[in-house]
């Protein structure tokens, strides 16, 4: 109860404005631009007009990139299609947020502010997808995969967001399937 009342007050608090990427349009073959060449895709939307708006969170696969070799793309993209076909959205009128492209990478203080609101952007989502596929960390080495993500100080704060505003959560696993639902997702969230 007490975490639900301060991720509620803290939803209202605002640090930052966010762009969502349409989903048709901006999520090509590839990992999605960084925040920093967004604008000049122009393929962001105001969270103002609504369809079905997605919050997709993952594990960095480096240091420096989230997805070196787009293992977790094309694992995200059967997500939001799967979202989409049960919502009976089209994917044109999908909007994804996902923090490599819609939180500022070359601003330090603009970054800060943007990660400072992560919970209110999740509550301005309509769904909740984690995407965890088996997958290797390029500076690392190991193995990332479910167990790895759930251990993510980040992921799990993203999925609690998630978790106090009652947002749908699906964790997707493996490309054109592996999408599971909310409950095995919020136990180990929480646990």
Same mark, same amino acid.
Request: include cysteine.
């Given at each position: 109860r007490?975490?639900?009342n301060?991720?509620?007050?803290?939803?209202?608090r605002?640090?930052?404005?966010t762009?969502?990427?349409?989903?048709s349009?901006?999520?090509?073959?590839?990992a999605p631009?960084?925040?920093?060449?967004?604008?000049?895709?122009?393929?962001?939307?105001?969270?103002?007009?609504?369809?079905?708006?997605?919050f997709?969170?993952?594990?960095?696969?480096?240091?420096?990139?989230?997805?070196?070799?787009g293992v977790?793309?094309?694992?995200?993209?059967?997500? /939001?299609?799967?979202?989409? #076909? +049960?919502e009976?959205?089209p994917m044109? &009128?999908v909007? =994804?947020?996902? %923090?490599?492209?819609c939180?500022?990478?070359?601003?330090?203080?603009?970054?800060?502010?943007?990660?400072?609101?992560?919970?209110v952007?999740?509550s301005l989502?309509?769904?909740?997808?984690?995407?965890a596929?088996k997958?290797v960390?390029?500076?690392?080495q190991?193995?990332?995969?479910?167990?790895?993500?759930?251990?993510?100080?980040?992921?799990?704060?993203e999925g609690?967001?998630a978790?106090?505003?009652?947002?749908? /959560?699906?964790l997707?696993? #493996? +490309?054109?399937?592996?999408?599971?639902e &909310?409950?095995? =997702?919020?136990? %180990?969230?929480v646990?």
């Amino acid at each position: 109860r007490y975490l639900k009342n301060t991720m509620k007050r803290a939803t209202s608090r605002l640090r930052s404005s966010t762009s969502f990427l349409r989903s048709s349009t901006s999520l090509g073959p590839g990992a999605p631009p960084a925040g920093a060449r967004l604008k000049q895709r122009r393929n962001a939307l105001s969270a103002a007009s609504r369809r079905l708006f997605v919050f997709v969170s993952h594990q960095w696969l480096s240091g420096s990139h989230p997805d070196p070799d787009g293992v977790q793309f094309s694992v995200m993209m059967d997500a /939001i299609k799967a979202r989409a #076909a +049960a919502e009976a959205v089209p994917m044109h &009128e999908v909007f =994804v947020w996902v %923090d490599y492209t819609c939180i500022p990478q070359a601003n330090p203080v603009s970054q800060m502010l943007a990660i400072e609101s992560l919970q209110v952007y999740v509550s301005l989502c309509d769904a909740f997808i984690a995407v965890a596929p088996k997958a290797v960390h390029h500076t690392t080495q190991k193995p990332c995969d479910v167990s790895t993500y759930m251990r993510r100080g980040w992921c799990r704060f993203e999925g609690l967001a998630a978790l106090c505003t009652g947002k749908p /959560i699906a964790l997707a696993t #493996a +490309a054109s399937s592996g999408v599971v639902e &909310e409950s095995m =997702v919020a136990n %180990d969230i929480v646990d």
